[in-house]
């Protein structure tokens, strides 16, 4: 069984900024090969894809809405994916969700992901 902790979250003003941490933890789960992703849901929102790296060439991914304020990285040594968010706005109040999986080619596709953290709150004050 594969799990995903999240860590980071909190309540910052606008213009401030957060670090997000997923630690992934598994015996049989390969982290390094595996795309990583960053999904987060507001109040009465539908799930949306914000961003995420793939396993091997560590390529990124980015919603345009976070494009140049969000940064996502990976430490393999760590098992353990990062999301750096910069110059944070309201909207960018949600539930943060990290998410796992192997061999995804749409990787902004929540569905293609087989595990999932619990979530961590993020609020961004106005």
């Known amino acids: 069984q594969v799990q995903l902790v999240e860590s980071g979250g909190g309540s910052v003003q606008a213009g401030g900024s957060l670090r997000l941490s997923c630690a992934a933890s598994g015996r049989t789960f390969s982290f390094s090969n595996s795309a990583m992703g960053w999904f987060r849901q507001a109040p009465g929102k539908e799930r949306e894809f914000v961003a995420a790296?793939?396993?091997?060439?560590?390529?990124?991914d980015y919603a345009d809405s976070v494009k140049g304020r969000f940064t996502i990285s990976r430490d393999n040594g760590k098992n353990t994916v990062y999301l750096q968010m910069n110059s944070l706005k309201p909207e960018d109040t949600a539930v943060y969700y990290c998410?796992?999986?192997?061999?995804?080619?749409?990787?902004?596709?929540?569905?293609?992901?087989?595990?999932w953290g619990q979530g961590t709150q993020v609020t961004v004050a106005s």
């Open positions: 998410a796992a999986g192997n061999g995804i080619l749409m990787i902004r596709r929540g569905d293609r992901y087989a595990y």
């Open positions: 790296i793939r396993g091997g060439n560590g390529n990124t």
